[in-house]
């Protein structure tokens, strides 16, 4: 399944003891297994209708998914794992229990949901970085590669660096960059980067990004929220935004205060059984 393009393998890993990170990397090769950007598990859960667990490409666990989240919720209803007329899903995952309100079609399929994404963490213990007021930036440039950024930094529970530039996002080598930001040092659990262009008076803005454990993706749902709340708190925004990535459009919305809500599509590519 995909959401914008971020696409993972979805297991229904009820009763299922397995080495997931080894799992994950062996299903995500795109030549010699599957092909995803990593592996999301459906688990029971003791607090919500079902537990999302997540690991990335490199079988690194991710605290959570944005776009994954929202396939999950599709892919309990087709396997009978929630009940599919639910209006809304709670799924626990490591950034909380969140809440998923599915979006149907006419047939009643599923073919999108808004998700409430809680709260973002400015002062975030996993991006630790200089504080100017409620604007968690880096004081100091990041020098990267003869590159010299202002970063802003959020958590949605995984850490995310968000830098606005004028460079078109497409011709900024973040093939090279990325792994760079990812690894640096500043970041004690690593980081999720996003580069964003502005666009229509901070209504649209052009987003591409690198992922943590999974380098870049198509969308980033967690990435998206980011970058609307680093936007909004730079004043280069305002409460709602259109995220133009590379495999898709999401919306985000954050008035400032309280959770991020999250909206984009769900697509289901295929099911298939996996043979030992
Ligand atoms: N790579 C991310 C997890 C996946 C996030 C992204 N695919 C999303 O849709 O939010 C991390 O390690 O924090």
Redesign the pocket.
Known sequence: MHGAG?DYVYVDARGQERDWPALSVAMSDRHLGVGS?GLILALPSEKADLRMR?F?ADG?E???????IRCLVSFAFDNGIVAAEKSQVLVETMAGVLDVTPLRDDGQGMVGARVLMGEPRLNPPDVPVAIEGMDAVIDEPLKVAGHSFRMTCVSMG?PHAVVFMDEPVDEFPLTEIGPIVEHHPLFPARV?FEIANVLDGGRTIRTRVW????GI?MA????ACAVQVAARLNGLAGDRATIALPGGDLTVEWPGEGEVVLEGPVATVFDGEWVE
Do not use: Y
Request: net charge negative.
């Open positions: 971020n950007d997540m990335n690194s991710g605290e959570m998914c944005g776009n994954g995984n999720n992922e943590r454990g999974s993706t980033c749902g967690t990435g």
